[in-house]
């Protein structure tokens, strides 16, 4: 069979809006613009170099052929057939997830972070916690006066002294150290790449507090360390002895390691990271901002692979650490493999939401929304005697078929309502119940989405053009398998009379019976050669020594059918050298029996297989001619000459 000739040809089929386009050819009732086409081309020979004109009209042939045949399809109905529909409904889901993030913003998130992964900024920190909502006005205060005296001209590690509640601030004089891209929260982040060096930023509220932070110093990007750590913890409440007693041992298994002791071995018996103690002191790929800064300076600090540092001091602890590898941040965007591994950080971090809300904004816009007149009180009322089972003394204006609102074609009602809140209302988080007005927000999201999920055709043309080439391809290949694989691989007799009538195609060139040894590596490939050489060992010993390592194909076969022909002479009794497969370190020889120097006719059996192919192109052409004669094709040459300059 011929299927792989087809698989560059169902590439081909795409489709996209003819308004106001040149029709380039029709077929039939059917019409195909110029611009498809021109897509199409360009996609599947980019960069075509030689003759432009030749190649544009050898693929418009290709390209009609595909057409006609589809329209085939669609005439017998074969899109409505249940297989069929259920494959095009998988290859949907299958891909879908990769157009539910709007395109626009998810590439200003992409550009944002990997101008931000180029460097690294050392970061001072203000820090005034909020532990209650009472103390909220208090903290306001204290962050307002902390922004006044840095205005006023005190130094930052003056205020961060006297203001910041963060624990490290008496060590640290609020310098956190360096950061990089995801490192911190993203309004965080945000903040802080917006400074200049030198300069801080306003007070920024988060959740738990007010802070003001200070770009302290920038620096080329760190990159990457994998490394292996033994941590010598301190156990809670250490006083200075035991923390002095801590350090001794860290330099005693410092002098060991320089010494050649194992650091594997050591880590395993006495650090207290259990988690990376288990595989010998192996810590996950790092970069800044992930740990201590004494920590990360000590690693980052490390010249080379494999290289030791002295015993660093933190507030948990002695380590010691070995660089084992260290990655530098591509300075390309270009890269696929950071733009991918960007990509994916991107859609697990909160600045993703950013990109969502967008997109819910863009689809609430285009679809239409619009909020029906209902009493919010008695909806949440409502929701309480369903979900809660409260019981109300009064009749309520919301009902089950009560409209909410209305999202392009589709409507939700308070019993929608019910059934997304029964599942939702808890947070993720373990905090609790989500307010109703929270969760009625959630609940129109969750709405939008599904919808543009449902309807996604409509609104991406990408999506559209891709769902097109994959249906139509389905298509193709079922309709290909009816009227020609299928037809070619089974109709016996019809072989047999193609045979007979091109007899004088078949015929053997120099050719010989022989062995082939299909081996699983070069290593079984050596020793069965070894066998096969040896002409006390047997087929049948070859197969039984080696087991499912080796299969043995025999009969006779033209020269270039045997590996390695062209390196040495063949002749009968011989074994060829070894060939081996770059792409999946498979390897073959065969062992020659009986050369057959002059060509002579190959009989059914033999051609069998070049028959069943050439008949399937015959099939192919005739059914061609038919359709062709259905939808009759006309070429507007004016418009194809357009395309050759």
Request: hydrophobic content about 35%; glycine content about 6%.
């Amino acid at each position: 069979m011929k299927k792989p000739f087809y698989t560059l040809v169902i590439a081909i089929l795409v489709l996209v809006f003819r308004c106001g386009a040149q029709t380039l050819f029709t077929y039939g009732s059917h019409a195909v613009d110029v611009s498809e086409f021109q897509r199409a081309y360009q996609k599947n020979n980019p960069g075509a170099a030689g003759n432009k004109e030749k190649s544009i009209r050898e693929y418009l042939g290709l390209y009609i052929n595909s057409k006609l045949k589809i329209a085939a399809a669609y005439e017998q109905r074969l899109d409505s057939l249940p297989a069929l529909k259920e494959e095009i409904r998988n290859i949907r889901e299958q891909i879908i997830g990769n157009y539910l993030i709007d395109p626009e913003g998810m590439n200003l998130l992409m550009k944002e972070a990997f101008e931000r992964s180029q460097k690294d900024i050392r970061v001072s920190h203000i820090f005034i916690p909020v532990k209650s909502k009472t103390d909220t006005a208090e903290a306001a205060g204290k962050i307002k006066a902390a922004y006044t005296e840095l205005k006023n001209g005190k130094s930052f590690e003056e205020v961060a002294l006297a203001y910041s509640q963060d624990p490290s601030v008496k060590i640290n004089k609020g310098d956190i150290g360096f950061i990089t891209v995801f490192s911190l929260p993203y309004y965080f982040e945000s903040a802080i790449y917006s400074l200049r060096p030198g300069n801080y930023s306003q007070p920024v509220k988060s959740d738990i507090g007010y802070h003001i932070f200070k770009n302290s110093a920038e620096r080329k990007a760190a990159g990457r360390v994998r490394a292996a750590q033994i941590l010598l913890g301190f156990p809670p409440g250490s006083d200075e002895t035991i923390k002095k007693k801590t350090g001794r041992l860290a330099d005693s298994l410092y002098q060991l390691l320089q010494k050649g002791a194992d650091f594997a071995a050591l880590a395993k018996e006495f650090s207290n990271d259990y988690i990376s103690a288990a595989s010998g002191g192996m810590m996950q790929e790092f970069g800044v901002g992930a740990y201590d800064p004494a920590f990360e300076q000590a690693a980052f600090g490390l010249k080379k692979d494999g290289e030791i540092s002295q015993p660093v001091l933190t507030e948990y602890g002695y380590h010691i650490i070995k660089r084992i590898t260290k990655a530098e941040i591509p300075s390309s965007p270009d890269d696929k493999s950071f733009a991918l591994n960007l990509k994916t950080r991107i859609e697990q971090d909160e600045r993703i939401e950013s990109v969502k809300e967008k997109l819910y904004q863009r689809i609430i816009t285009t679809a239409g929304f619009k909020e029906s007149a209902y009493n919010r009180d008695d909806l949440w009322k409502f929701s309480d005697s369903l979900l809660n089972r409260a019981v109300f003394g009064q009749s309520l204006t919301v009902s089950g078929e009560t409209p909410l609102f209305r999202l392009g074609e589709k409507m939700m009602t308070a019993l929608d309502w019910i059934a997304y809140a029964q599942s939702n209302r808890y947070s993720p988080d373990g905090s609790g119940l989500i307010a109703y007005p929270d969760l009625l927000e959630k609940f129109k999201r969750f709405v939008a989405t599904e919808y543009y999920r449902e309807n996604l055709e409509k609104y991406n043309d990408d999506f559209r053009i891709q769902m097109n080439e994959f249906k139509d391809g389905t298509l193709f290949f079922e309709i290909m398998t009816r009227e020609v694989w299928n037809k070619a691989q089974t109709d016996s007799a019809g072989q047999q009379n193609f045979f007979e009538k091109n007899k004088n195609k078949y015929n053997w060139k120099q050719s010989a019976a022989a062995l082939i040894f299909y081996c699983t590596d070069t290593s079984v490939a050596s020793d069965a050669r070894k066998m096969a050489a040896d002409s006390n060992f047997s087929r049948e010993e070859i197969l039984k020594r080696f087991g499912d390592k080796i299969v043995v194909d025999s009969g006779r076969f033209e020269l270039e059918q045997i590996p390695g022909y062209k390196k040495e002479p063949i002749a009968a009794g011989k074994v060829t050298g070894i060939s081996r497969n770059s792409g999946d370190e498979t390897a073959t020889f065969a062992r020659i029996v009986k050369m057959y120097t002059k060509p002579e006719p190959k009989n059914f059996a033999d051609a069998r297989g070049a028959v069943i192919n050439d008949y399937q192109e015959e099939l192919d052409k005739r059914w061609t001619d038919e359709l062709k004669k259905k939808y009759p094709v006309k070429v507007d040459e004016r418009v194809l000459k357009t395309l050759f300059k």
